[in-house]
């Protein structure tokens, strides 16, 4: 049976953990293949909240959940993260499978992220500080710890030694910082590997004899297409690929079993940190769509940018993902508005394109070309068909539908899972 991915279609948030959530619900497996810990997921169960940074969403459901190697893990944030779903009834461990070639972020990756944030200043990149981005790059240099090398305390004792004598010139003779102490950071993972050693495994045998004998795996990424570390807004990027097309070197398996691929796009647009935003509103309007929205990182409990439809970026996410679907979130949010801007192309340098651009300097320069729709100025939280929505609102779905390409399966309209609309 072919695997369903789910994307980000925009810069993040875009409430993929809602989109999981309710596809999961047939799922067998629920596998993550990219990114660490500077994401988020948030899922309403009725009144209670739940927000995720590692361990995919499906773990709601009680179904086997699956960290890829094409993550990277700080396993203390993951026992932080089982330790407050076991506290609110959700078991973890025995459902739980964590990838041997998944690398490691240490404490000096986090140490190095933040020294060199605070060096930039106001030309900082407005990463979350997790270590994520120098755990990549220690990864691409060939100088990173996996998961699997907390199994041999003798290797990993010889390992952790080179690397953190490495890390340690640099945090204090290019930044000034603490160093890291070998033992104590030894000691930490050798008591990580204890509780983990039953999860750790091939994760791409695992999921490619689930696919061949037919079950329904369901693939998640972190992030949304336009931080892709190749096809976002580069420097302004992550450090990963958050593309379906980076399930195959993130799990481990052929191209030939992915089917599905469902994009999720907010009915606005979102983005944290610092770069480019073309449809970005002033801050009045922003402030009337923050709250109602929640749109505040689930990480990093910062405030988001906010901004109008943007079809030129979607169309491009659709285009690099090869989406079969969109699944649109937060519509109850423009609920307020008596006319709603919709982005359907740029004028840039006198000419009007419907492609974003790679160059950032063109981009720049580029002007959005909105069209004005009429507002619903009602409340449709309640709306369970497509044909509860008002006229306004259906022809909002639409329009969108039509200038990104791509048939809407999902409309959101609420933060509760029977909040949701299925086309």
Not at 272 to 280: H, K, L, M
């Amino acid at each position: 049976m072919p695997a369903t991915v789910v994307v980000g279609g925009q810069w993040g948030d875009e409430g993929k953990g809602r989109i999981v959530d309710l596809l999961a619900e047939e799922a067998d497996l629920v596998v993550r293949y990219q990114g660490g810990n500077n994401a988020g997921h948030t899922v309403w169960v009725g009144d209670q909240h739940f927000a995720f940074h590692l361990i995919p969403t499906g773990i709601l459901r009680g179904k086997l959940c699956v960290l890829g190697a094409g993550m990277v893990l700080d396993l203390e944030v993951l026992l932080d993260e089982e330790t407050a779903l076991a506290d609110a009834g959700v078991p973890v461990l025995t459902n739980l499978r964590i990838s041997e070639n998944a690398h490691l972020i240490l404490p000096y990756h986090k140490l190095l992220e933040s020294a060199e944030e605070e060096r930039l200043g106001d030309k900082a990149i407005g990463t979350t500080r997790r270590g994520i981005g120098p755990a990549y790059e220690d990864k691409m240099a060939r100088r990173g710890l996996r998961v699997g090398d907390l199994r041999d305390p003798d290797m990993l004792a010889e390992k952790l030694s080179a690397v953190v004598e490495y890390k340690n010139l640099i945090l204090q003779r290019v930044y000034d910082a603490r160093p890291v102490d070998a033992i104590n950071l030894y000691e930490a993972l050798r008591s990580l590997w204890d509780h983990y050693a039953d999860t750790v495994c091939d994760t791409g045998r695992l999921v490619l004899d689930a696919l061949e004998a037919g079950k329904n795996v369901l693939f998640e990424g972190a992030h949304g297409t336009m931080l892709d570390i190749d096809w976002g807004t580069y420097p302004y990027v992550t450090s990963s690929s958050p593309t379906a097309g980076a399930v195959c070197s993130g799990i481990g398996v052929g191209p030939k079993h992915l089917g599905r691929i469902v994009g999720v796009a907010k009915a606005y647009t979102t983005r944290v940190g610092a770069g480019p935003f073309p449809t970005e509103v002033e801050e009045e309007v922003a402030k009337r769509m923050r709250e109602p929205g929640g749109e505040f990182g689930t990480t990093t409990g910062r405030a988001r940018r906010i901004g109008w439809f943007d079809a030129v970026v979607v169309r491009k996410t659709a285009r690099l993902n090869d989406l079969d679907s969109l699944a649109l979130t937060h519509l109850d949010v423009l609920g307020q508005f008596a006319e709603i801007p919709v982005c359907a192309s740029y004028i840039c340098d006198g000419e009007e394109t419907r492609e974003f651009p790679n160059d950032l300097g063109k981009l720049a320069r580029c002007q959005p070309q909105y069209t004005s729709l009429p507002g619903w100025q009602s409340d449709i939280s309640g709306a369970r068909k497509f044909s509860d929505l008002p006229d306004a609102a259906q022809r909002y779905v639409r329009t969108i539908e039509e200038l990104v390409g791509v048939p809407i399966s999902h409309v959101l309209v609420g933060r509760r899972r029977d909040q949701s609309i299925i086309l």
